[in-house]
């Protein structure tokens, strides 16, 4: 694995990551019904063996799991090993839950996680084989055939049945090896509530987000919620409308970012570019004292949400990842390292006459980062010539020319 690198930033490591397929299914064997029956006493043992764990004052071990829960799982029909899979996830979901201090985690959804003791996935074939209870299914995928050749080569790790929204979905986990190319230049990525900016070090691109649009949304679901407090909880109509305003929103973001994230990874990919990210991991705690108003809009931002779209198409292009320090990117000068002055989204350096917007600069300064380790300053403490030309790196020569090699791991 790759270590931090001293000047830029850390490096998404290199390694093994997970990446799952998903498809809406069919039952092609068995009995559809007794399958819906095996998902919901999957379901009702999960949350026993939850509701058990949630009243100890400290967690037991996974040795003492085994006394504890075994006999009643095997007792509902449980194979040995799935048995162990369940009292295995219900710690994890509770250790979670205590972690953050949060309510006591309530399983709502008809799913069932298998490993390969109990699902065999034959992708030629366009079917997976699952056992519940020791009840065969098998389960059609109904996806587009090209798609599915995709993972034919990757090794999967588990396979998640559901049942939500009166369909039946399979859900396969596979293992992606991520081996990144020595980049030759850097494209950095802002992302702000109406606009993505990329900068290569010699040109910059907008891209309109849609997150506004998913924001009224969610503001049209939330004032139907506070319209009926009492009864929108209740009433089928008004829950049906609020759930669908939410899942549009969800999906809008969804779309945008997959989309996006393929177009900025792609380009990179052709350039031989590593994708410089910022570093939102505490975003949240960031903006605990501001309004509640704020701190609403910026947590649907979906930054996060982005951020993972585009770390996915990294891992499947071989793409390098950086991801760098975000404080005081959209405040410095990328000339001469100097605080900005702003009218309203217009800065302005008042040491070296530098002017450029806002979504501008936070890029430049995000590239700069990436490239030296500070906004606004090289090595050699040369700036930016102009607003729109940064002197790069030889494209025909490795990045690791120009940064601190990395070290291994």
């Known amino acids: 694995m790759k270590a931090s690198i001293r000047l830029i930033g850390r490096w998404m490591p290199e390694g093994t990551y997970y990446k799952a397929f998903k498809a809406e299914a069919e039952v092609v064997e068995g009995n559809a019904s007794d399958l819906l029956r095996d998902l919901t006493i999957y379901r009702y043992a999960l949350q026993k063996v939850v509701d058990a764990l949630w009243d100890f004052d400290g967690l037991p071990k996974k040795s003492q799991l085994h006394q504890l829960f075994y006999q009643m799982l095997r007792e509902h029909g449980f194979r040995a090993h799935v048995a162990r899979n369940i009292y295995s996830y219900a710690l994890a979901l509770v250790k979670a839950a205590k972690n953050s201090n949060g309510d006591k985690p309530s399983v709502r959804k008809l799913s069932a996680r298998l490993d390969y003791q109990d699902a065999r996935v034959e992708l030629d074939k366009g079917v997976v084989k699952v056992v519940l209870r020791n009840k065969q299914y098998a389960l059609r995928l109904k996806h587009r055939r090209e798609y599915i050749e995709r993972f034919r080569n990757l090794k999967w790790k588990e396979v998640h049945v559901k049942y939500e929204n009166k369909k039946l979905f399979v859900s396969i986990v596979f293992e992606v090896k991520y081996n990144p190319y020595v980049p030759r230049g850097l494209t950095a990525v802002d992302v702000n509530l109406r606009t993505v900016t990329t900068f290569d070090g010699s040109e910059a691109r907008r891209y309109r987000t849609r997150f506004v649009e998913a924001l009224s949304k969610r503001a049209r679901a939330e004032e139907i919620q506070k319209r009926y407090s009492k009864r929108w909880r209740y009433n089928d109509r008004i829950l049906n409308r609020v759930r669908a305003l939410h899942r549009k929103a969800r999906n809008i973001i969804n779309d945008f970012c997959w989309k996006l994230a393929k177009e900025v990874v792609v380009k990179a990919y052709r350039r031989g570019h590593a994708v410089v990210l910022e570093d939102l991991e505490h975003l949240r705690n960031s903006i605990n004292g501001k309004s509640s108003g704020v701190r609403w809009k910026l947590t649907l931002f979906a930054y996060r949400r982005l951020q993972h779209a585009v770390m996915s198409k990294a891992i499947e292009y071989n793409v390098p990842v950086i991801v760098v320090d975000p404080r005081n990117t959209s405040s410095t000068c990328p000339r001469c390292g100097t605080k900005l002055n702003y009218i309203h989204r217009l800065?302005?350096?008042?040491?070296?006459g530098f002017k450029r917007d806002r979504d501008f600069v936070g890029a430049i300064n995000i590239y700069l980062r990436g490239m030296w380790g500070?906004?606004?300053?090289?090595?050699?403490?040369?700036?930016?010539?102009?607003?729109?030309?940064?002197?790069?790196?030889?494209?025909d020569e490795p990045m690791t020319t120009y940064i601190k090699t990395y070290t291994n791991i």
């Open 347 to 352: 800065a302005i350096c008042r040491k070296c």
């Open 374 to 395: 500070s906004a606004g300053s090289s090595p050699n403490g040369g700036g930016m010539k102009d607003e729109t030309r940064q002197t790069t790196p030889n494209r």
